[in-house]
């Protein structure tokens, strides 16, 4: 009798052994999710507050390299043989002129440009055509007189070098440099 | 018969005589300048016989030949005729019925008497061979780097006996970007020595050279205006004589006594000035609505031709100096510009703009007869006359599509290019 309880304890042990290792085994916790884990907020000192720079302070600092870089002010262009304002280019010397009327100290040159398919010589007096009807139709929106001088390049500075149409369209052109802000 | 039926009957035959011219077909003969004279230039002899001095004689007599040839006047004979002179010519005692044999006019000895170092001396001598007659001879010293010049001076001395103007000691101004931006340069008529006149940041543009060769008129792109400069390139220095507007296309009178440009100073509407020869006393000749541009001086210092779209579309116009008298040269194309009249004085050639094609014209004053002379889908534009009228340099796109000068003669005969760095343009020829 004694030796049949020693077998059944014996029997249990090795059963609750199996039992409880099975059971650790399935109790391992899954490994924590990183949301889980609770986070602490590092408490920065707010920054130094930065002078408030108004629009006319960064206007101010900039060179007038960095001004004509940033190109405020949009070129316009020209049917071919032709000076006449566009009516797309309307658009864009109001928007020019608005520019202007904001920063009311800035003077400007005005360039006129030809395509090659003008001979040198016309190109220039054609050049100049054009930046004079830039000029006035600047004038027309209330741009003073003296803030605006013209200059014409004929064809000798293309910014496009190809040799089609859509190159030529691109080189008949009235653009815009800052000379003084 | 009373004064009214003479009148009349003058009137009906001048009619008639007028019907008759109108029903007439043109007969065109091509008659220009005389007859070409072949001459012969026998190998150069040098004193030394180191290889250098052979070299330099050879060059010499290359230089030489080179330029005649180019003058249109004389013909250097082809170098398989020599052979049949049997003895070496001995420059003592020469044997002219031998280069009359073989159709020579002309003969020219040149000789390589010194060459030491650096140094050489070269004598040329010109005989008429008929009459056994010796015409003229020059002695020359100079530096070995200087053989071109040499032969173009002794060539230049040729044409002076034959009355015509220096061609070959001309110098031709022009704008290169081979350094980076537009700057002026100068060569000789053949392109050698090719060399830079300024230095500097901004652009230049439209050279000319002055009457005397002293000075070379020009626009420079200065704190943003186009600045009428009179650059002294001998004497380094530069004046200024115009800057209102945009100033630009100088043309110098032959006489040196004025020069003509445009300026865009009125109302931005390019119009032709009119100044003394050194800048001064600048006066206003055209006044229009239209452009007035490209003026070219006639050789009697009296009329300009120049372009004008006055009519609607650019053409050719020649007034007189004062810039009275206007009349219209060039019909039946829509875009005529960048005249330039001939030193002899029959001839404007200009620039025709067909789609994107240009190509020049040579207009005769006197017949109205107009050949084309030049060919090919390309720009060809900037004409300007050789001092003696038989050349011209122009810029053209051809070939390379590159802008580059090119040479061509009056009859488009002996294309060559002059320029192959960068882009080169608005080549001028100095008038002397």
Known sequence: MKKILILTLACLLVLSFTISCKKKVEQTPPPPQAKEQPKVERVEEPPPPKPELTEEEIFERKTLEEINAEKP????????????????AKATLESNASWM???????????????????EEYNLALGEKRAKNTFDYLVSLGISVDRLKIISYGKSQPIDSGHNEIS??????????ILEK | MTKKTLCYLLLGMMCCAGATFAQQEVVMSIREGMPIIPMAIPEFLSQESSPESQQAAATLRDVISADLKYSRIFSP?????????????????????EWESIQAKLLIVGQLLKSEGENILFEGKLYDVKSERFIFGKRYQSSKDLLRTVAHRFCDEVMKIYGEPTLFTTKI???????????L????????NQERLTYNQIQDYMPA?????????YTAYEDGKAKLYLLYPFQARRKLIWDKGTSFGTNFSPDGKWMAFCSTEDESNSEIYMATGEGENVQRLTFNKAIDTAPSWSPTSRELAFTSDRSGSPQIYIMDREGSN?????????????????????????????EAVFDLYVLNLRTDQIIKLTEGYARNESPAWSPEGRHLVFSSNRVTGTIQLYAIDYDGQNLRQLTSKGENKLGDWSRQ
């Open chain 1, 168 to 177: 030529w369209e691109r080189n008949r052109r009235a653009q815009f440099t």
């Open chain 1, 73 to 88: 002010l949009q070129m316009i262009h020209f049917d071919f043989d032709k000076f006449f304002i566009r009516d797309d």
């Open chain 2, 77 to 97: 004979l082809p170098q398989s005729y020599y052979g049949y002179i049997q003895r070496e010519l001995d420059p003592d005692n020469i044997f002219f019925k």
């Open chain 2, 209 to 217: 050279w002055s009457a005397d060769r002293q000075g070379i008129a």
């Open chain 2, 173 to 183: 101004v022009f704008v290169s970007n081979r350094d980076g931006n537009d700057e």
């Open chain 1, 101 to 119: 009327k904001k920063w009311g100290s800035v003077k400007i040159l005005i360039e006129g440009h030809c395509d090659e398919k003008g001979t």
């Open chain 2, 326 to 354: 206007v009349r219209r040269r060039s019909f039946g194309g829509t875009y005529h510009d960048g005249p330039a009249w001939s030193p002899t004085g029959d001839r404007l050639v200009y620039v025709s703009r067909v």
């Open chain 2, 185 to 192: 340069y100068m060569m000789d008529y053949d392109g050698y």
